[in-house]
């Protein structure tokens, strides 16, 4: 081969520099430089009780986190002493208020309305707070809570009317109007009556229901009706099974039928 001007022969052909390199000793692998650095270490006991110690102490960290959040989110708080939206959060937009059975429920309404009867300016600022943002999901849930308390107060009532006959259907009805009328008297706050003033309050509302039908003829009074049933399927009837609903319709049929002046 012929060298132009200023170019040098190389001392090694292309091939005699192959042969040296296959020849040559390879150096370590990254994979073995990185063994040998951390075989000392975890060669030694002392390091390996160290690593297992810290490995126990994160599992125990998580454990205690993952526990502290489920507690978070699943606990009952305490009505009278926890932050008021907290306990209205509770209340309205948990699926754990339903899971309570219906008295603690009702006893929880209770301790709940009396809170915001005496309610500090901090609670009602916190509870004003709560308010503001509620807004799509958190309505539906707070219909929810609302709609199956008070469908299982009424469902309950209504397996043990089934079975009545007689006098003893008639005597329940008012025992369970009594029951209901208390309940919400107690919750917004309205002064104690009797069971006498219960029932003459209730037969007096529902004959002025039955006037106001009357006074609006029986096209307005159909849409009225066709509304309330409407609002009921949307708001109450998808929270319950069709049995559930047979009852509790025709328990609160026969409580309007009986009330009624017309009876």
Not at 29 to 38: E, G, H, P
Not at 193 to 198: N, V
Not at 236 to 263: C, E, G, Y
Request: aromatic fraction near 6%; proline fraction near 4%.
């Amino acid at each position: 081969m012929t060298n132009r001007p200023g170019q040098f022969e190389p001392l090694l052909s292309d091939q005699e520099r192959a042969g040296a390199a296959a020849a040559a000793p390879a150096g370590p692998t990254v994979s073995q430089r990185l063994q040998a650095a951390i075989t000392p270490y975890t060669s030694s006991p002392k390091f390996m009780q160290r690593l297992g110690a810290g490995v126990v102490a994160l599992t125990m960290l998580a454990l205690c986190v993952s526990g502290y959040l489920y507690w978070e989110r699943h606990h009952k708080p305490n009505y009278a002493l926890d932050p008021i939206d907290d306990v209205a959060e509770f209340t309205f937009l948990r699926d754990d208020f339903n899971n309570l059975s219906i008295d603690e429920r009702l006893k929880l309404i209770r301790e709940f309305a009396d809170r915001i009867r005496s309610a500090t300016s901090s609670d009602s600022a916190m509870l004003a707070s709560f308010a503001a943002g509620i807004s799509g999901k958190a309505r539906e849930q707070i219909a929810a809570n609302a709609s199956r308390l008070m469908l299982d107060m009424v469902d309950r009532s209504a397996l043990e009317y089934a079975n009545l006959t007689g006098s003893d259907r008639e005597k329940f009805l008012e025992k369970s109007v009594i029951e209901w009328t208390r309940i919400a008297d107690q919750v917004g706050g309205r002064g104690d009556r009797t069971d006498e003033e219960i029932l003459a309050d209730v037969k007096k509302e529902t004959e002025q229901r039955e006037k106001m039908r009357e006074r609006m003829g029986p096209e307005r009074s159909a849409r009225m009706a066709s509304g309330i049933m409407s609002f009921l399927n949307s708001n109450v009837a998808k929270h319950s099974n069709p049995i559930q609903q047979q009852r509790t319709l025709q328990m609160m049929a026969d409580v309007n039928k009986h009330f009624s002046r017309k009876r």
